[in-house]
């Protein structure tokens, strides 16, 4: 068995593993895993920009992090952990900063200070941006500060699994994707940053690869999942193949139509307009196309023609590319089939209570991003907030562990038992898929995608709850029995995929299982049998446990105190 | 209508020796051919080995030859390889002999050119990186968190906008001088460098850095103008541009 051992492994190599690891490796012996090379990581596709009250624009003097977490905590509906909002808000103009000092290429305004966009549901124009490749470029800036400072990476490398010792983390088995074997990588802190977990559904704007790897190995190692019922449908994904078209499209002014021509947002939030929050977007959307009002019954069109072709040129150019490229649309021209996808995960992997951001509760386990639920996004996440959000913890967390110092080591012996006993689990695990006669995990995978896409979207009820349960819990007995071709390892992308599918169905039977347990509406979580928040009752995160191999739900309180709790209204 | 479609893909289970498999399979609307290998591996060979992620044309990951011409998988439909409008002038990329292709009916899927197999359509990037590597591609400013910001006109940053949309995903390696000289740091590299050299935050240390390694030979003054590198490229970069640009401002003749 192949033996790595480091202070800290950071797990996954997009924003926020990159951030820590910069932060981290100043003084420590690191390493950054990551099953694709890290330009690849799903950062990169974020588009629209970095929310940070700057005040660069006229328009945005008078903004500050207050107001920024005002705004966030309110988007939330009010289901985010004030503290830590107040905190990712007083951070976010250093780290913007701070990026741009890194040499990330921004664009400008007239005075040459980065360039602010306004964005859903926020007070002031605070959204910085690079075009509307953002994500690209931050990631990329991440990436060559990655080089310079030596960083060291393990590239397509697969996290299977944890392993704990004397009660503590102790590591991870993660399988070598190029030579197809297991490796044991020991250390006294590890770090989830493996991003979204969107995959679970059939439609959905995240990259295939966005499978929730580290959200199901912390729950395999008993750690819950936080909040998983809050999902982001994002309001305007490109028809046919849900490719995200940038909420930036609407900050620059773009327009959504119905099929009478209608600008219907005047019936749902006659103010904000196309600028209300993601959540109100979607369910209106959503809304026109149950009652006709779409086109072909599975879209309505995002109008940006008279912006005119300068603009989209200069503002929009990826948009206007993935228009051409994926749906033969040039929005100069015409406007965009759009249609509300499975966007981001408020919630993911749970965290301690009063711990440090992104503490969990087993020891020397942390996590940040996307994968994390800290919550800062509470029932639902404001555009431009999730870039922030994993460099502003990333650096955060990296300052924190180095401060804290290292642990005492778990002692040897317990590590050598636990991570051959990883190990067996694992090989076992490969042998029986390879025996198997049952399901291919290609039909299991479409289920579940279609069963949350039908029965957990962007309206829920009890009886569609109950059925995604009752289809979830069938489908994971199925997978028990899934066979795929574990022989050859090098490489084998089948194998990989199937791993995957392991962590996407308990994260899909959570996901179900807190929505039916949540008897309320708030934020991106819409209950058509209970259209109401109820405070009283549901203002806590749900916890959702592993017990004997049934779903257990707790909860946790919110952190509140810093804003009154208001009804949501824009 | 389910329209069938045949599939000629290129294997290699890394010991050197290849074949091609057929496929065949009713191809739905709007399929890619990053779809497709994703059919081919869910339903007839879990083994079939690509990369993939963001399946938007932004992460560069599925960079490969498609009818002969280097694609990326995610952004190439199925319905369209056949007509749509090839790169003029384009060195023929072989990698082995395959069985008759018959370029009317079947969709003939190839790894990158000038790339060593390591299984099937995955390619060794690591040249690819640590040529990349080799440009030293990053600013050395000591990190500020203090605003101001450092101030940048829109023209300045104008000038290096279409650069930095580079994903490196390798298609640009499909170059004439990659495939004769594995020294060479080719064109993705260099259109890099360019993106540093012209930021206008650059400090004169760094500029000067970048500029002593691809100003030596196997670099800027190995690029022999093919601009083959310019008709493939995804992204509109045009690194054959800007290794001319660079030639032009930095080489004095």
């Known amino acids: 068995m192949r033996v790595e051992e480091f202070d800290v492994l950071i797990v996954g190599a997009g924003l926020s593993g990159l951030r820590a690891g910069l932060e981290l490796s100043k003084k420590w012996n690191i390493a950054v895993i990551s099953k694709v090379y890290p330009v690849r990581s799903h950062s990169g596709a974020a588009q629209g920009g970095i929310n940070a009250a700057l005040s660069n624009l006229e328009e945005g003097k008078g903004d500050t992090p207050k107001a920024h977490a005002f705004d966030t905590v309110k988007g939330s509906d009010y289901l985010a952990d004030q503290d830590v909002v107040m905190f990712m808000c007083e951070e976010a103009p250093k780290i913007v900063v701070e990026f741009e000092s890194m040499g990330a290429p921004f664009s400008r305004l007239d005075s040459g200070l980065i360039a602010q966009r306004p964005f859903g549901g926020a007070g002031f124009p605070r959204t910085c941006y690079a075009g509307d490749r953002t994500g690209h470029a931050l990631l990329h800036t991440l990436n060559e500060q990655s080089i310079h400072n030596g960083l060291n990476f393990f590239n397509e490398y697969f996290l299977v699994d944890l392993f704990k010792a004397d009660r503590r983390i102790a590591g991870l088995i993660a399988l070598d994707i190029a030579k197809g074997e297991l490796v044991s990588f020991r250390a006294p802190y590890v770090i989830l940053a493996t991003g979204g977990f969107g995959r679970i559904f059939k439609f959905s704007t995240n990259a295939v690869i966005n499978t929730g790897d580290g959200v199901g190995a912390a729950f395999r190692a008993g750690i819950p999942m936080q909040d998983v019922e809050f999902v982001q449908f994002h309001p305007t994904t490109l028809f046919g193949t849900n490719i995200l078209i940038t909420e930036g499209a609407r900050g620059e002014g773009g327009y959504l139509f119905n099929n009478k021509n209608e600008r219907f947002m005047e019936k749902t939030a006659p103010k904000a307009m196309e600028l209300a929050p993601r959540d109100i977007v979607a369910r209106s959307i959503e809304t026109e196309i149950i009652e006709e009002r779409g086109f072909e019954n599975s879209y309505v069109h995002l109008d940006l023609t008279h912006l005119g072709a300068e603009r989209i040129k200069e503002r929009l150019p990826g948009i206007r590319e993935i228009s051409m490229s994926f749906a033969g649309i040039d929005p100069i021209e015409e406007p965009i089939p759009v249609q509300p996808g499975q966007h981001y995960s408020m919630g993911g992997i749970g965290t301690k209570f009063d711990g440090e951001y992104g503490e969990t509760d087993l020891s020397g386990l942390y996590t940040i991003g996307e994968c994390s639920c800290l919550s800062v996004h509470g029932a639902n996440r404001l555009g431009g907030n999730s870039l922030l959000e994993t460099a502003v913890f990333g650096r955060h967390i990296g300052r924190k562990l180095l401060k804290k110092g290292l642990p005492n080591k778990s002692s040897l012996s317990e590590i050598q038992i636990a991570e051959e006993r990883a190990i067996d689990n694992i090989e076992r695990l490969f042998k029986s898929w390879n025996e198997n006669t049952g399901k291919k995990p290609v039909e299991i995978r479409n289920e579940m995608g279609e069963t949350l896409n039908r029965n957990v979207g962007v309206y829920r009820t009890d009886k569609d709850l109950k059925k995604a349960t009752t289809t979830l819990l069938r489908l994971q007995k199925e997978f028990l029995n899934t066979q795929v071709s574990t022989e050859d390892r090098s490489f084998n992308y089948g194998l990989i995929r199937t791993l995957e599918l392991r962590s996407m169905l308990d994260i899909a039977e959570a996901t179900a299982y807190a929505s039916l347990w949540r008897k309320e509406s708030r934020g991106a979580h819409f209950r058509i049998d209970h259209p109401t928040r109820n405070d009283d009752k549901y203002l806590v995160h749900t916890m959702i446990y592993s017990v004997k191999d049934e779903l257990e739900i707790k909860t946790k309180p919110v952190k509140l105190g810093i804003f009154e709790i208001k009804e949501r209204k824009y | ?253």
């Open chain 2, 1 to 253: 209508m389910v329209e069938k479609h045949k599939f000629l893909v290129y294997r290699n289970s890394g010991n050197g020796k290849s074949h091609y498999d057929k496929f065949e399979f009713p191809v739905s609307k709007g399929m890619s051919i990053l779809d497709a290998l994703f059919y081919i591996q869910d339903y007839f060979d879990s083994t079939l080995a690509f990369r993939y992620a963001c399946r938007g044309a932004i992460c560069g990951s599925c960079g490969m030859t498609i009818d002969k011409v280097p694609l990326l998988a995610c952004r190439t439909q199925v319905s369209t390889v056949k007509t749509s409008k090839k790169p003029a002038k384009l060195p023929e990329f072989k990698f082995s002999d395959h069985p008759e292709w018959d370029p009317e009916t079947e969709i003939l899927i190839e790894p990158l050119p000038n790339m060593s197999v390591l299984k099937d359509l995955v390619v060794d990037m690591e040249p690819f990186w640590k040529f990349y590597r080799e440009i030293e591609p990053y600013f050395a400013r000591k990190w500020n968190d203090v605003a101001p910001e450092s101030l940048q006109s829109t023209g300045q940053m104008k000038t290096i906008e279409r650069l930095v949309y580079c994903i490196l995903c390798g298609l640009c390696w499909a170059c004439p001088v990659s495939k004769e000289n594995p020294n060479y740091l080719g064109p993705a590299q260099l259109a890099k460098a360019d993106r540093f050299i012209r930021d206008s935050r650059i400090s004169d240390d760094r500029q000067e850095s970048i500029l002593s390694r691809v100003l030596q030979d196997d670099a800027v003054p190995a690029c022999e103008k093919f601009f083959v590198c310019n008709r493939v490229c995804p992204k509109r970069v045009m690194p054959g541009t800007a290794i001319k640009d660079i030639r032009n401002n930095w080489i004095n003749e």
